[in-house]
Nanobody
């Protein structure tokens, strides 16, 4: 299994960027997918999750609701995270992850069995 994130970059506060995660070595459409992030000195935290086939089946942590949008294209084995109105608190390494658990409420890192290497997002004020 390989998950590869891309799209992380430096951006000014209030700006936007879109992260991508391409998957290989797994049946992508059978996995619930998620985004996590980890800032320096902090634990890895859940950002968003999306169901296997229904793009409306999504779940977000409160701090990103209304600003971030998770989506997927199963035909391309790709997961996305659209990040709008970013702020310095969004600075972190962002990871995509795959879970066999269907329930969107399973948001602990241990609920996801496959991980990418991460992509750095830096937001300046």
């Amino acid at each position: 299994v390989q998950l590869t994130e891309s799209g992380g970059e430096w951006v000014q506060a209030g700006g936007s960027l879109k992260l991508s995660c391409t998957a290989s070595g797994l049946s992508f459409s059978t996995y619930r997918m998620g985004w996590f992030r980890q800032a320096p000195g902090k634990e890895r935290e859940f950002v968003a999750s999306i169901g296997r086939t229904n793009s409306r089946n999504t779940y977000y942590t409160d701090s990103v609701k209304g600003r971030f949008s998770i989506s997927r294209d199963n035909a391309k084995n790709t997961l996305y995270l659209q990040m709008d109105r970013v702020n310095p608190e969004d600075t972190a390494v962002y990871y995509c992850a795959a879970s066999s658990f269907i329930s969107l409420s399973r948001i602990q890192p241990t609920d996801f069995e496959s991980w990418g290497q991460g992509t750095q997002v830096t937001v300046s004020s």
